[in-house]
């Protein structure tokens, strides 16, 4: 396995130099960063996260957390937002361990402070585990879902079904069914309250 100090040797750098790109910390130029990240690349150089997070607190990981029921095949909603995590955590540096042991309890990666920072995607996972979490002042963003006092990135599925059927309805259809599969999914139940709302609006 590669070391910094074979990384700064054929950068031409300070292994302190290494050390600051390889961390995201401190100023180096744009060009000295990219061959120094090019030749860890290609020296297959792997840092040694248990003594990072002795030296640091820090462990450089990224939990991702979704119900089992939820898929993640490549091309699903989820699969494909579990793979823009990958790529994002990857291109700075961090890594990304998931679960879908979803219960009660903390997640073995909370419990353990494993991870610095946890996503959770959907919103079948339980109020109170989310909260659970956040006590453990662990940084914490919803996907798909939203809670007050709780970042969160999520769609307007209101608006969208609104404009959805708004849409149908200027094309002279006058029938439009709604097809779910549970009304206990927040994201659905959103979708059925804003396809209401359009029909009600336009005296269906």
């Known amino acids: 396995m590669a070391t910094i100090k074979e990384i700064a040797k054929r950068a031409g750098v300070s292994p302190s130099t290494v050390s600051r790109v390889l961390r995201g910390k401190g100023r180096v130029s744009s060009e000295t960063k990219e061959r120094i990240l090019r030749i860890a690349k290609e020296l297959g150089y792997s840092p040694n996260v248990s003594a990072r997070a002795l030296v640091t607190g820090r462990t450089s990981t990224v939990g991702f957390l979704i119900h089992p029921r939820q898929s993640l095949d490549s091309g699903s909603f989820y699969g494909e937002i579990l793979a823009g995590v990958e790529k994002e955590t990857n ?20 419990k353990e402070r494993r991870i610095d920072g946890l996503i959770i995607a959907g919103c079948d996972i339980p109020k109170e585990l989310i909260f659970a979490v956040r006590e453990q002042g662990i940084p914490l963003v919803l996907v798909d879902y939203h809670l007050d006092k709780v970042d969160s990135v999520f769609t ?24 779910c599969e549970w009304f206990d999914d927040l994201s659905f139940a959103e979708r059925f309250k804003g396809y209401k709302l359009a029909l009600e609006d336009n005296g269906l």
């Open 156 to 179: 307007d599925n209101i608006g969208g079904a609104y404009e959805a059927v708004t849409h149908l309805i200027r094309l002279g259809h006058k029938k439009i069914g709604f097809i």
């Open 91 to 110: 291109a700075f540096g961090f890594h990304l361990i998931f679960s879908t042991q979803v219960s009660e309890d903390l997640p073995p990666m909370v």
